[in-house]
């Protein structure tokens, strides 16, 4: 195999990620036919995946809302009353996400696109009206809160000004000229490039996991809004974050191998899930109307409780524990927490 040189990063072409590059693009090949017979299943799939996007990436960046907080929050958006910072990104997180779905292929990779993108980002948040849409005007060392109470700095990002405006000039040029980069090398390289240069004084996390999302559906990646990648991130977060750090630690002209590997294994991860949802679906097709009629309850209400559910369906509660119990093993749903806690979720 070979090093190569891509925008001013190495990376190495090792049969590993060779790999991996064609696994993901033989399920991208398959997709169509698989649209075109799960389409019920998809929409569904789709709302389930929105939700936990906005849940995972907010919480990234220290959002506290759950993804049942947020299905709440946004089955009943009133721009209003959003007074919580966590609110506000939600909901923020949302209108780009769904901008995203509904008009990617007319969204411009473009510096003035991304500062529009980040302008709607910020729409919502109150403290960060000054600066939205525009690059940064003080350094913003990534940093993260320790158990400890201390804080410790993840990696150093662009000085403002000069330094950032030709950063991010370069990026947005690389990206329009270059002709010979697998795709999805270009979708990881961009996402890392932004993130490192940090060009917005904040949000530069959640826009990058977009970013992510927009060009993965710009090249052709359908099966990508049916499933989460910042939940699949979410999970890894710790790892997520020393792969940056460690990859960010030799710049400039790092290689960024380890990176590219992180980013195509958790798409690769969210393809099994994916798999693995499409297959329960097919099983749910065969099980009792009350059972289905309890999915589509939990589906709808992440994190619901047992005696909640029993309540919207009239069902005595010994009898309803003992149907999640029976979904739970058919590994329909997940059972979270424990006592007056314990919550379920479709898995």
């Known amino acids: ?29 398959a997709w169509t036919a698989i649209e075109r017979r799960e389409g019920q299943s998809l929409k569904e799939l789709k709302s389930i ?69 980040h302008n709607q980002l910020m729409r919502y948040s109150e403290k960060d009206q000054w600066h939205k849409g525009d690059y940064k005007q003080a350094s913003n060392a990534v940093q993260a809160n ?11 990002t662009a000085e403002p000004g000069f330094a950032t405006e030709e950063a991010m000039r370069a990026l947005v040029e690389w990206h329009d000229k270059d002709n010979t980069a697998h795709p999805l090398i270009k979708c990881a390289l961009f996402s890392y490039e932004f993130v490192t240069i940090h060009p917005f004084q904040d949000g530069n996390g959640r826009l990058s996991r977009l970013l992510a999302t927009l060009l993965l559906r710009k090249y052709g990646y359908e099966w990508i809004q049916y499933v989460s990648l910042e939940h699949e991130i979410e999970s890894q977060k710790t790892e997520y974050y020393r792969v940056l750090r460690s990859c960010q630690a030799q710049r400039p002209g790092e290689d960024i191998t380890p990176w590219v590997l992180f980013f195509l294994n958790s798409l690769k991860n969210i393809q099994t899930s994916l798999l693995t949802k499409l297959s329960t679906h097919g099983v749910e097709r065969s099980i ?51 006592g007056p806690g314990t919550n379920y979720n479709i898995l």
Not at 309 to 322: E, F, G, H, W
Request: no cysteine; hydrophobic share 40%; proline share 2%.
């Open 1 to 29: 195999m070979s090093n190569v040189s891509v925008h001013t990063l190495n990376l190495d072409l090792n049969w590993e990620l060779i790999t991996l590059l064609s696994e993901i693009d033989r399920f991208d090949a």
């Open 49 to 117: 995946a929105t939700v936990r996007s906005v849940g995972a990436s907010t919480r990234i960046e220290g959002s506290k809302l759950s993804d049942a907080e947020v299905d709440v929050l946004l089955k009943n958006i009133d721009i209003s009353r959003l007074q919580e910072r966590d609110q506000q990104e939600v909901v923020g997180y949302f209108e780009v996400l769904d901008l995203i779905g509904e008009h990617y292929s007319n969204i411009q990779i473009s510096e003035n696109g991304l500062k529009n993108l």
């Open 146 to 156: 320790m158990p400890d109470g201390t804080t410790q700095i993840i990696f150093q």
């Open 288 to 338: 009792t109307k009350r059972d289905a009629a309890v999915l589509v309850i939990i589906e709808s209400n992440p994190g619901i409780k047992s005696s909640e559910i029993a309540k919207k369906l009239d069902i005595s509660s010994p009898t309803m524990k003992r149907i999640l119990a029976e979904l739970v093993e058919k590994k329909l749903i997940e059972k979270q927490g424990a």
